[in-house]
Structures are given as C-alpha cells and as structure tokens.
Nanobody, 119 residues
Framework: QVQLVESGGGLVQAGGSLRLSCAAS????????MGWARQAPGNQRELVAA???????NYLEAVKGRFTISRDGANNTLYLQMNSLKPEDTAVYYC?????????????WGQGTQVTVSS
C-alpha cells in the first residue's frame, strides 16, 4: 500500500505564499511521477503541476511563473511552492503519485489540503 499525506494548506491573503508538502510512504518500489491537482467547489479536478522521473516538470498555464514543484527523492517528499497567490487559486489541493509496489502500479492520491486565498 501507498500513503500520501499532504500538509501546508491554510488561509492566505492575495499576493501571499504557501508551501505544500506531501510525504509518500509504504511499500514503494519506484515512482514514475508525482504531482499536484486541485479542485474548487463546482469544478472538476485539474492538474496543477507534475514532476516526472528525470526531473522534468509540467505546469498548468494559470500557475506558470508563480508555482514551483520540487521533490526530495531520498525521502519521497513532494513540495509545491505557491507565490503570488490569487483568489482563483482557492481549492482543495491533492498530491498524487504514479507509484509502483510489488503488487500494483498505478495512481495514488492523498486526502487533500485546503488552500483559501482571500481578496
């Protein structure tokens, strides 16, 4: 089994910053990719940022230049540094991984952390 636990969400004023963390644990043999997605009320979940094995990163156009994804491979910890936050960034942020165990390869999701940006 794989567990993903997010932390770092909260309430911040527009223009402020937050740093999200995600700790992956369990019987992980390898990780192909890790990333962050978000879901605002009434909206579909959207991918925000991802980092794949090798270090390549991808970002949602709306967050490019403001968000930075990084990963501590030794500790299987994922980060999302969010700067210049806007009210439209308000959402529940979910960590995910494409993880491989001895018995399963697939996507795993964390429980989510709320980010609220006030205007």
């Amino acid at each position: 089994q794989v567990q993903l636990v997010e932390s770092g969400g909260g309430l911040v004023q527009a223009g402020g910053s937050l740093r999200l963390s995600c700790a992956a644990s369990g019987s992980i043999v390898a990780i192909s990719a890790m990333g962050w997605a978000r879901q605002a009320p009434g909206n579909q979940r959207e991918l925000v940022a991802a980092i794949i094995r090798g270090g390549n990163t991808n970002y949602l156009e709306a967050v490019k230049g403001r968000f930075t994804i990084s990963r501590d491979g030794a500790n299987n910890t994922l980060y999302l540094q969010m700067n210049s936050l806007k009210p439209e960034d308000t959402a529940v942020y979910y960590c995910y991984c494409n993880c491989h165990t001895m018995t399963r390869s697939g996507a795993y999701w964390g429980q989510g952390t709320q980010v609220t940006v006030s205007s």
